[in-house]
């Protein structure tokens, strides 16, 4: 897989080779709009939707700079004058975003609104009350919200362990281990990056990556939070900031999980993080290797397992591609439900809301 430069986390978009493109839908069959370009995964998770079959016709922000740069892009699209000319274009059938997360909510429930699935950045919600409305909604309408949880449907090391739990291949899984470190880029970062009210906290904006893999993985349909413990060590400077996070959970099925998540990377690393995840199951365990492979390989997605035959060790750039989009497109077209359960998109961030909500503050 090609990728963006990853020396930022907010710049890092995936992007599979021409020659392995599979589209789902023939051209024209799923245009989609845009609103909302304040993060740069929309570029991540327009690429996805974009290689799967669909077309962006029209992209809307009050920023023109944002616009300009998101039309070079994705030079096929044009610029809407405000944001109801997306929202009420007929033809479009999915609105993607990523403006301030506080924000995501409001746009989900408008493009449902108007009869259109969604699809917003992680965290989808900064409140529980967000939330509460988006489960009405989705409920009343029967569209699809999907969320961009980029670090297990973008990844294709995970995507690979997806494959090989399904297989059986580590037997039951009964943990799931996350480490999720972030380089902060201080000059990339706009003020609400650092306003916990427009970002929600360390654990419900890096923190909902980690839930929902550990539902997803374990195939649990629910969790509670054991533990939770937040912190902003190293940026005084931003009172309102967290640059760590931590957590313990258990799933209905005996699962347990620790997810960490800090804004503490060095320069020095050859990527935004240092991303890593640790399934450990009845007959094995598996690790991926994200982004890097520290000292060794600048390239990601590197997967090493062991089970009761010896040691195995897998690269999986290259190997798997990223089946949400196809299989979410396919969703929105044929009303089946084989990219993702709505529930478990919910639970992930609500669950991370929570872990937010009674985190002890380490000073």
Request: net charge negative; charged share 25%; hydrophobic share 40%.
């Amino acid at each position: 897989m090609s990728l963006q430069k990853k020396d930022s986390g907010m710049t890092y978009a995936p992007k599979t080779p021409g020659g392995k493109l599979k589209p789902v839908c023939g051209p024209g069959e799923f245009p989609i709009g845009v609103v909302g370009l304040d993060h740069g995964h929309i570029y991540g998770m327009c690429n996805g939707l974009c290689e799967a079959g669909a077309e962006v016709r029209l992209v809307y922000d009050p920023d023109p700079q944002k616009v300009e740069a998101f039309l070079k892009a994705f030079p096929g699209a044009r610029a809407a004058r405000e944001e109801a000319e997306v929202l009420e274009n007929a033809a479009i059938k999915l609105i993607a975003g990523a403006p301030i997360p506080a924000w995501r909510g409001e746009l989900g429930l408008k493009a449902m609104s108007h009869g259109k699935h969604c699809f917003t950045d992680k965290p989808p919600f900064t409140t529980k009350s967000q939330l509460r409305l988006a489960r009405a909604k989705t409920a009343e309408t029967g569209l699809r919200w999907a969320v961009y949880y980029s670090e297990r449907i973008h990844v294709e090391s995970s995507v690979l362990a997806e494959r090989l739990i399904n297989e059986g291949a580590i037997g039951r899984v009964v943990q799931v281990l996350t480490i999720a470190p972030h380089r902060i880029s201080l000059p990339q970062r706009p003020a609400w990056f650092f306003d916990k009210e427009q970002y929600g906290g360390i654990l419900v904006d890096l923190g909902s990556h980690q839930v929902e893999q550990f539902l997803y993985y374990t195939k649990a349909l629910d969790a509670k939070v054991d533990s939770s413990r937040v912190a902003n060590y190293n940026f005084k400077q931003y009172g309102g900031f967290q640059d760590f996070g931590d957590a313990t959970l258990t799933a209905d099925n005996g699962a347990t999980a620790y997810l960490r998540v800090d804004w503490l990377t060095p320069n020095g690393l050859g990527a935004w993080g240092d991303g890593r995840l640790f399934v450990l199951g009845t007959d094995g365990y598996i690790e991926l290797r994200k982004y890097i492979d520290v000292a060794r390989d600048k390239e990601g997605d590197h997967v090493f397992m062991v089970d009761h035959e010896g040691e195995h060790y897998f690269s999986a750039a290259g190997t798997e591609g990223f089946p949400f989009f196809g299989r979410h497109i396919r969703d929105c077209l044929d009303g089946t439900r084989t990219a993702f359960s709505q529930e478990t998109a919910f639970r992930a961030i609500e669950l991370s809301l929570e872990a937010q909500e009674r985190a002890v503050v380490v000073e």
